[in-house]
């Protein structure tokens, strides 16, 4: 019997389907780290405020996962109408690097996770994470070795229980992503309010810097505006409106700023609590700490902690 020959269409359609799976396959499981992290919080741990990675995860998942269903639905047209297309060297070379990279995560993950168990980690994280393994790992490798076995034909050619199933594992995963990063617009007001802490931060250190060279306070904060330093004075991005000042005694001063959102452990997310621009000091002079709606920081500045530049000895 003549071997079909495998033509650029059923190349890339192939290899397509398995860039497809091993994306799927990744993000799915990042995903499932991520709501992991998120529900067993280990205080050892640093957590992206803006959970990145499961942005990521989530965005890839929504794109890449109808992409896998749209070509194998392709691939498995092709073999109906032409069989012997199932015993094409491509596929067959893929399917089994498929399963040999799946034994092999599978091999990697928990030897990774077993030693950040035996490091200290979170037994709960780590029980759920294997098991987050095992699942990811187990549908990919199920169902190539599943593949290698069938016969498709035009009853089926596209297995949609088996479709279905992953469709629903990773809606449901994306649900619960969506439930632990809130929706776009939450995280757009979240990102405002990052920029209104980072603004008031070098607001902060400028009014330090200013009564280290003058002993004493701007009494607004145009005065801080310089064009020889390059320092301009950042407004409210969202109302573009100047942050309130006031200055609250000779070495004492308030800034005040509108939040979105507050900081404390009722959102859903790991906010900066602290912002340690130069010159840093007693961590607790930098406190952000926020809650929802107007919102003010009183700060003293210590003398002895920031003593006035010319009382400094030359050297």
């Not at 993950?109 to 200290?120: A, E, H, R, Y």
């Not at 790992?137 to 479709?163: C, D, E, H, P, W």
Request: proline share 6%; net charge neutral.
């Amino acid at each position: 019997m003549n071997q079909i020959k495998t033509t650029p269409k059923d190349f890339f359609l192939n290899f397509a389907a398995v860039v497809c799976v091993y994306a799927t396959a990744i993000a799915l499981l990042t995903l499932l780290f991520e709501i992991i992290n998120k529900a067993f919080p280990d205080p050892l741990m640093w957590t992206d405020p803006y959970s990145a990675a499961l942005r990521t995860a989530i965005a890839t998942l929504i794109i890449v996962y109808p992409l896998l269903l749209v070509v194998y639905w392709f691939i498995n047209k092709d073999i109906v109408q032409v069989p012997e297309k199932q015993d094409l060297w491509i596929r067959r070379w893929l399917t089994y690097l498929t399963l040999f990279v799946a034994g092999a995560v599978i091999i990697v993950d928990l030897i990774v996770l077993l030693n950040q168990f035996l490091s200290g980690d979170l037994s709960s994280r780590f029980i759920w994470k294997v098991l987050a393994v095992l699942l990811v790992s187990g549908i990919v490798f199920g169902y190539y070795v599943y593949s290698l076995r069938r016969t498709i034909t035009q009853a089926n050619s596209f297995n949609k229980g088996f479709a279905g199933i992953v469709a629903a594992v990773i809606f449901g995963s994306i649900v619960g992503g969506f439930v632990i990063i809130g929706s776009p617009m939450n995280a757009r007001l979240m990102r405002f309010d990052d920029k209104k802490i980072n603004d008031l931060s070098m607001i902060q250190n400028q009014i330090v810097h200013f009564w280290q060279q003058k002993e004493g306070l701007p009494q607004n904060l145009t005065a801080l505006n310089s064009e020889l330093g390059g320092f301009l004075v950042p407004v409210d991005p969202q109302s573009n409106e100047p942050y309130d000042y006031t200055v609250t005694g000779p070495t004492s001063f308030r800034l005040c700023a509108d939040f979105n959102l507050a900081s404390d452990e009722s959102n859903v997310r790991t906010r900066y609590e602290y912002s340690m621009p130069y010159p840093m000091g007693d961590s607790g002079f930098y406190i952000w700490k926020h809650g929802e709606g107007n919102q003010c920081f009183d700060r003293t500045i210590d003398p002895e902690m920031f003593p006035p530049f010319k009382g400094l000895p030359v050297r």
